[in-house]
């Protein structure tokens, strides 16, 4: 008999096989990390089902059973040889195996050249991936796929990891996009997330297998990889124990089995873990810690009696907060619960309880802020709308006039903020992860089988806090789970998690250069805080004490309810809240749509209600509202689009048509290029600007998930060629760029520089085609010339050196013209801004961020809060280089960084500017370029605002920034724009 255990990350499956092979008994089951318990429960089911066993062959795989296997003396199979061997053995002829577990995916390759791919530390688009999108969507996660198969539209969710997914689906749920599109969604992203991330580069095709509890349990996501793979996968019978056979089959040695309890026992005993200090000693130090806090407290007061108050509603990204105001400041009454993917319940059911039980008490107005602000400020007919920063910071500043620092950790959001002279001198908030926030911890709890109270509850007095460092939760899954297994309790592992809360808060968000920095009348807030585990951390980090208001977790409604009243005061009027004969006739019915009215097709939801009135979310613009082009007289993005798209260009071409990929540097060079083409006379064909499915045609030939997305985009745009027949496409390295310092300092960055070498070695299709791609520098013409004789000369032998001469001129004069005509426009826009008091918004980046895939319209989303729009180059050939250079702390040899940093330093020497860059996630040297232009910016009094991109184009967290920055420069009043 041979037998084979598979301990998985969240699962633990055995099969039993007789000598032939055949499968006599399996079983599957999740561990809840109690692994050992889990294996002797199986030891006493296996000896019960075949009394008779005394010794059989076992070997144990898996990504979790190293540390038994060795501890046990017992063989280990690595699991992806496991899996191969059962594989061949059972299906021979398979070209690849595509698997998700728990917390592992792999993609095995077969045949002569065999490779393994999986990945390395984070569980994005996995089991547990999944499993936490249900919890979101507050579903069981086996009815993920039942939702899946009834879905009707679908969105751009992030599978990298779970927690920039919710920042994805909570904004989504909060303006009523259907459940079952979101499941659909979400199967969608975890293939896409599987296939770039794991095959790197290398065709999946043939006959592949899908193996693991997750394809094997969900048709829809088998279903999701065929589309992306344009295959017919197979999931073959008994695939959840796929590794648990191939380690059958390959055990060697006979193990005892009566002496398994006793190996399994002495295992764990033997087990330690990193730890640190107790939060506090005893019981008594943390009665004074409690005393201390109960002193910055909201005087509480009921609605009873009261005849007047003002409503103030944060409907936040997990949660819904409500906060009833005397005109004198007391709290009359709140709402604190999770919002189930649904604020609007929520609220109904809070304001018709409390027009019921308190008829006398009037509301003169409400406000609300937080992500679903815009959904229920419509549904409700609610006063006004606030930005959640700036409602956080009334609400401390009323507890705490000298404030100089305010710090919220809500469910996903964390928000800084730096206080000078009574006003917002700086805003820091957490990128699209929300690791460090309070949805961590709430994950964690679930995981663990426990509320969020309770969680903290068990934290305060442990002994022994375990080590977790500051990592993201789908990395921290693994910690966790291997703390356990080395005995660490509860209550350690719950006051290692909050400690590390307030560490990435410290160190990833904030990143202060000392802790004197930050400040010290420090207000924290936020659900989180209530937490009095991470509070404790945070002064213990800090080493100050710092204020936390009885109402921490309400400060947000708060906040909104002392601005209603700000407003009420300045203007008093009738309030526009719904009222209670309103409510009871209240309905609210959601549907999905696409729009066709530009190239986005946005996903839209429409939100309709009993009045009749309509709330359309998702959209980018204001055409599916007006049906009105937006205009684009103040956007200098839109307007470089269009003078790139009105280039000229030859009708007939005597020698032909040459492609050119519309990505990265081509946003810029493209005029020299086409201009040279042209004269050689070739017909120039780029790929689509406006074609958003650009990225899904080129995914499986990307060699690295962690390149920037625009570089991502070029395999899309070269494969948009190719199947348009262009066989002939030019696309050049180029070490430098062109020089605007005169010195040949004017490096590209590498991915920019020698991408074109990553398509040719990834995209097989390119070997049949004509790809030029030689090396080309612009700094000296008679070189450039030589280097493209050599280049066409291998096709063209009838282009002559002297025709290039004259080629290499136009496209020099194309360029300048063309440079001079953005600068033109830019200019233009400044000076209409100013005339009609509009504040100017400098959007920083590189020239392929005017793509509109790849900057999601966030410029039109500034233009329609009111700002006009100008680009980095627009203005920072107004700063010399010499004046740039002596005030730089960094080393000044990038063309496109060169422009950042003077555009910033004129941004300070205008007051009515403000500069907000544009970085792409996984882009290394903007690691530079960010904090250089903070620093320029900030030294200045400046506020620094930076917008992390890639191919989410969900826009809340961009919107929120955008805001933030507006209201803390005292722009206008958005909520009246």
Same mark, same amino acid.
């Given at each position: 008999m041979q037998i084979g255990l598979d301990i998985g990350s969240t699962t633990i499956k055995i099969a039993v096989l007789d000598d032939a092979g055949t499968l006599l008994f399996s079983k599957y089951q999740r561990h809840y990390s109690q692994i050992a318990t889990r294996i002797l429960e199986l030891h006493r089911e296996l000896?019960?089902?075949?009394? @008779?066993?005394?010794?059989?062959?076992?070997? %144990?795989?898996?990504?979790?059973?190293?540390?038994?296997? *060795?501890?046990?003396?017992?063989q280990f199979v690595q699991e992806v040889f496991a899996e191969k061997i059962c594989t061949e053995k059972l299906h021979p002829g398979t070209d690849a195996v595509i698997e998700l577990g728990g917390e592992d995916a792999k993609i095995l390759f077969l045949?002569?050249?065999?490779?393994?791919?999986?990945?390395?530390? !984070?569980?994005?688009?996995?089991?547990?991936?999944?499993?936490?999108?249900?919890?979101?969507?507050?579903?069981?996660?086996?009815?993920?796929?039942?939702?899946?198969?009834?879905?009707?539209?679908?969105?751009?969710?992030?599978?990298? !990891?779970?927690?920039?997914?919710?920042?994805?689906?909570?904004?989504?749920?909060?303006?009523?996009?259907?459940?079952?599109?979101?499941?659909?969604?979400?199967?969608?992203?975890?293939?896409?997330?599987?296939?770039?991330?794991?095959?790197?580069?290398?065709?999946?095709?043939?006959?592949?297998?899908?193996?693991?509890?997750?394809?094997?349990?969900?048709?829809?996501?088998?279903?999701?990889?065929?589309?992306?793979?344009?295959?017919?996968?197979?999931?073959?019978?008994?695939?959840?124990?796929?590794?648990?056979?191939?380690?059958?089959?390959?055990?060697?040695?006979? /193990? *005892?089995?009566?002496s398994l309890p006793v190996k399994l026992e002495a295992a764990i005993k033997t087990h330690t873990f990193e730890h640190m200090a107790p939060l506090f000693k005893d019981e008594a130090e943390y009665q004074a810690f409690h005393a201390r806090h109960l002193k910055d407290a909201v005087t509480i007061s009921t609605p009873e009696k009261a005849t007047q108050a003002f409503i103030g509603i944060d409907s936040g990204s997990t949660t819904i907060k409500i906060a009833v105001m005397s005109p004198a400041g007391e709290l009359l009454d709140s709402f604190y619960q999770s919002n189930k993917g649904n604020p609007v319940v929520a609220v109904r059911d809070y304001l018709t309880d409390f027009y019921q039980k308190y008829p006398h008490c009037q509301l003169l107005a409400g406000a609300v802020t937080g992500y679903g602000e815009d959904l229920i400020r419509h549904a409700f007919g609610m006063d006004y709308g606030i930005v959640e920063t700036m409602a956080h910071f009334y609400a401390a500043h009323h507890l705490e006039p000298d404030v100089d620092f305010i710090l919220d950790i809500g469910g996903q959001d964390m928000k800084c903020l730096k206080i000078h002279n009574g006003a917002i001198d700086n805003i820091f908030l957490n990128e699209a992860c929300s690791s460090g926030c309070g949805s961590f911890l709430q994950t964690f709890a679930e995981i663990l089988g426990y509320s969020a109270e309770e969680f903290a509850q068990i934290g305060l007095f442990a002994d022994m806090p375990v080590d977790l460092g500051s990592r993201c939760t789908v990395f921290m899954n693994s910690s966790v789970k291997q703390a356990q297994k080395d005995g660490a309790s509860v209550a350690n592992i719950s006051a290692g998690l909050s400690i590390s809360i307030v560490k990435n808060a410290l160190y990833k968000v904030i990143r202060p250069s000392s802790k004197a920095a930050i400040g010290q009348?420090?207000?924290? +807030?936020?659900?989180?805080?209530?937490?009095?585990? #991470?509070?404790?951390?945070?002064?213990?980090?800090?080493?100050?004490?710092?204020?936390?208001?009885?109402?921490?977790?309400?400060? &947000?409604?708060?906040?909104?309810a002392l601005y209603a009243q700000r407003r009420y005061q300045d203007n008093p009027k009738p309030?526009?809240? $719904?009222?209670?004969?309103?409510?009871?006739?209240?309905?609210?019915?959601?549907?999905?749509?696409?729009? &066709?009215? !530009?190239?986005?097709?946005?996903?839209?939801?429409?939100?309709?209600?009993?009045?009749?009135?309509?709330?359309?979310?998702?959209?980018?613009? =204001?055409?599916?509202?007006?049906?009105?082009?937006?205009?684009?007289?103040?956007?200098?993005?839109?307007?470089?689009?269009?003078?790139?798209?009105?280039?000229?260009?030859?009708?007939?071409?005597?020698?032909? #048509?040459?492609? %050119?990929?519309?990505?990265?540097?081509?946003?810029?060079?493209?005029?020299?290029?086409?201009?040279?083409?042209?004269?050689?006379?070739?017909? #120039?064909?780029?790929?689509?600007?406006?074609?958003?499915?650009?990225?899904?045609?080129? +995914?499986?030939?990307?060699?690295?998930? @962690?390149?920037?997305?625009?570089?991502?985009?070029?395999?899309?745009?070269?494969?948009?060629?190719?199947?348009?027949?262009?066989?002939h496409i030019f696309y050049p390295c180029m070490t430098y760029n062109i020089s605007e310092q005169g010195t040949e300092n004017c490096y590209n960055c590498p991915v920019v520089a020698y991408y074109p070498e990553v398509l040719h070695a990834n995209m097989r299709e390119l070997a049949k085609a004509h790809f030029f791609f030689d090396y080309l520098g612009?700094?000296?013409?008679?070189?450039?010339? +030589?280097?493209?004789?050599?280049?066409?000369?291998?096709?063209?032998?009838?282009?002559?050196?002297?025709?290039?001469?004259?080629?290499?001129?136009?496209?020099?004069?194309?360029?300048?013209?063309?440079?001079?005509?953005?600068?033109?426009?830019?200019?233009?826009?400044?000076?209409?801004?100013?005339?009609?008091?509009?504040?100017?918004? #400098?959007?920083?980046?590189?020239?392929?961020?005017?793509?509109?895939? /790849?900057?999601?319209?966030?410029?039109?989303?500034?233009?329609?809060?009111?700002?006009?729009?100008?680009?980095?180059?627009?203005?920072?050939?107004?700063?010399?280089?010499?004046?740039?250079?002596?005030?730089?702390?960094?080393?000044?040899?990038? @063309?496109?960084?060169?422009?950042?940093?003077?555009?910033?330093?004129?941004?300070?020497?205008?007051?009515?500017?403000?500069?907000?860059?544009?970085?792409?996630?996984?882009?290394?040297?903007?690691?530079?370029?960010?904090? =250089?232009?903070?620093?320029?910016? =900030? =030294?200045?009094?400046?506020?620094?605002?930076?917008?992390?991109?890639?191919?989410?184009?969900?826009?809340?967290?961009?919107?929120?920034? $955008?805001?933030?920055?507006?209201?803390?420069?005292?722009?206008?009043?958005?909520?009246?724009?």
């Open positions: 000896m019960a089902k075949f009394p @008779t066993l005394r010794t059989a062959r076992l070997a %144990i795989s898996g990504s979790a059973g190293i540390g038994i296997a *060795e501890s046990c003396g017992i045949g002569r050249h065999f490779d393994a791919r999986m990945n390395d530390s !984070c569980a994005g688009g996995t089991g547990a991936f999944i499993d936490q999108m249900a919890a979101l969507l507050n579903v069981e996660a086996d009815k993920m796929n039942e939702l899946a198969q009834q879905a009707t539209t679908s969105y751009t969710i992030a599978s990298r !990891c779970g927690v920039f997914a919710k920042s994805d689906i909570q904004p989504l749920l909060n303006q009523g996009a259907a459940k079952s599109d979101l499941a659909a969604s979400i199967f969608r992203a975890v293939a896409s997330q599987a296939v770039t991330g794991l095959s790197k580069g290398r065709p999946i095709e043939g006959n592949v297998l899908y193996l693991g509890g997750p394809l094997t349990f969900m048709s829809c996501l088998r279903d999701s990889f065929d589309k992306i793979l344009n295959i017919k996968g197979v999931c073959p019978d008994n695939s959840l124990y796929y590794v648990a056979m191939g380690a059958a089959f390959c055990a060697e040695h006979d /193990v *005892e089995f009566a009348h420090i207000v924290v +807030q936020g659900g989180t805080f209530l937490n009095d585990c #991470v509070l404790r951390a945070f002064e213990q980090e800090m080493g100050l004490n710092v204020v936390r208001p009885n109402i921490a977790g309400l400060m &947000g409604a708060y906040g909104a309030s526009s809240i $719904i009222k209670l004969a309103e409510l009871k006739s209240f309905q609210h019915t959601v549907k999905g749509v696409t729009c &066709g009215l !530009c190239n986005n097709h946005c996903h839209l939801t429409i939100n309709i209600f009993a009045s009749g009135k309509r709330f359309i979310s998702g959209n980018r613009c =204001e055409r599916p509202i007006t049906h009105m082009a937006p205009q684009n007289d103040l956007n200098l993005y839109r307007q470089k689009l269009e003078l790139l798209q009105a280039l000229p260009n030859l009708d007939a071409p005597k020698r032909g #048509v040459m492609g %050119i990929p519309m990505g990265l540097n081509m946003y810029e060079l493209l005029p020299f290029w086409q201009g040279l083409l042209n004269h050689l006379g070739f017909k #120039v064909v780029t790929s689509p600007i406006e074609d958003k499915n650009i990225y899904r045609m080129g +995914q499986n030939t990307i060699p690295s998930d @962690t390149v920037c997305y625009p570089a991502k985009l070029m395999h899309g745009h070269i494969k948009w060629l190719l199947d348009q027949g262009i066989d612009l700094l000296h013409k008679k070189v450039l010339v +030589q280097k493209l004789y050599e280049l066409f000369h291998r096709e063209y032998a009838d282009i002559t050196k002297k025709e290039l001469h004259k080629a290499v001129d136009a496209a020099f004069a194309a360029y300048d013209a063309f440079e001079a005509q953005v600068k033109e426009r830019g200019q233009r826009i400044i000076t209409l801004a100013r005339s009609q008091h509009k504040p100017i918004v #400098v959007l920083a980046g590189r020239p392929y961020h005017i793509d509109p895939k /790849v900057n999601h319209s966030i410029d039109r989303l500034i233009t329609t809060m009111g700002a006009a729009l100008v680009s980095e180059d627009a203005v920072s050939s107004h700063i010399t280089p010499q004046e740039l250079n002596t005030d730089l702390h960094v080393l000044n040899q990038w @063309t496109y960084h060169s422009r950042l940093y003077a555009a910033a330093k004129y941004v300070t020497e205008n007051p009515d500017m403000h500069m907000i860059q544009l970085v792409s996630f996984g882009c290394g040297c903007d690691a530079i370029t960010a904090d =250089e232009c903070r620093r320029i910016l =900030e =030294e200045h009094g400046r506020i620094y605002t930076q917008i992390k991109i890639d191919d989410i184009d969900n826009l809340g967290a961009a919107k929120i920034r $955008i805001r933030s920055l507006f209201s803390a420069a005292n722009l206008f009043d958005l909520d009246t724009n």
